[in-house]
């Protein structure tokens, strides 16, 4: 089973500084099948990134997804005080059908 | 519009069964992959079960042998049949769009909360 550790577990930034998030997997995961959601209090998850690197529909275009192999990056080029919420990383694997989500990253206001 | 709306949670005894669904509208539940993913309070998502639209079915291990998944064509509807129900259990549950060809979620309904306490 893959595991996969966010790191760090809070970061704390002001709006307009860039953040970067990590995504380490315990084995090498297909890029094709690494996913990034955000998640703010009270509400379900909503998609950013699928495939690593590709911006899911109306996700601006601040928010980047870069890595391969076991190290994936979900990057937001300048915060706009909407994006201060609860990010996870999430894999698929096969052998059998599992899913697996990472613990999450929360972004908080400094 | 493409949504997803749950129902179904509640307050169950240990040991008891609940029956979530989730009902699609916008789109068809049967020619797609579906999954029920949860959170318990305070803590990060949990994947619990997906159905293929083949009709394959896979559980996480903390739910197989308790928990099945299903789906009714006719109503369009996911389920999540859920026994043996444990305190580990209480979380809000929802069900997600899983997209065939990446395996990532992306459209998702509200949720609903399913406490399993004496």
């Known amino acids: 089973e893959i595991v996969l550790t966010q790191s760090p577990g809070t970061l704390s930034l002001s709006p307009g500084e860039r953040a970067t998030l990590s995504c380490r997997a315990s084995?090498?995961?297909?890029?094709?099948?690494l996913a990034w959601y955000q998640q703010k209090p009270g509400q379900a998850p909503r998609l950013l990134i699928y495939?690593?690197?590709s911006r899911a529909t109306g996700i601006p275009d601040r928010f980047s997804g870069s890595g391969s192999g076991t190290d994936f990056t979900l990057t937001i080029s300048r915060l706009e005080p909407e994006d201060f919420a609860v990010y996870y990383c999430?894999?698929?694997?096969?052998?059998?059908?599992?899913?697996?989500f990472g613990q999450g990253t929360k972004l908080e206001i400094k | 519009e493409v949504q997803l709306v749950e129902s179904g949670g509640g307050l169950v005894q240990p040991g008891g069964s609940l029956r979530l669904s989730c009902a699609a509208s916008?789109?068809?539940?049967?020619?797609?992959?579906m999954s029920w993913v949860r959170q318990a309070p305070g803590k990060g998502l949990e994947w619990v079960s997906v159905?293929?639209?083949?009709?394959?079915?896979y559980y996480a291990d903390s739910v197989k042998g308790r928990f099945t998944i299903s789906r009714d064509n006719s109503k369009n509807t996911l389920y999540l049949q859920m026994n043996s129900l444990r305190a580990e259990d209480t979380a809000v549950y929802y069900c997600?769009?899983?997209?065939?060809?990446?395996?990532?979620?992306?459209?998702w309904g509200k949720g609903t909360t399913v406490t399993v306490s004496s």
């Open positions: 916008g789109f068809t539940v049967s020619s797609n992959y």
């Open positions: 999430q894999q698929y694997g096969s052998s059998p059908s599992m899913y697996t």
């Open positions: 084995q090498s995961v297909s890029s094709s099948y």
């Open positions: 159905i293929y639209s083949g009709g394959s079915t």
């Open positions: 495939g690593a690197s």
């Open positions: 997600a769009r899983t997209w065939a060809r990446y395996y990532y979620m992306d459209v």
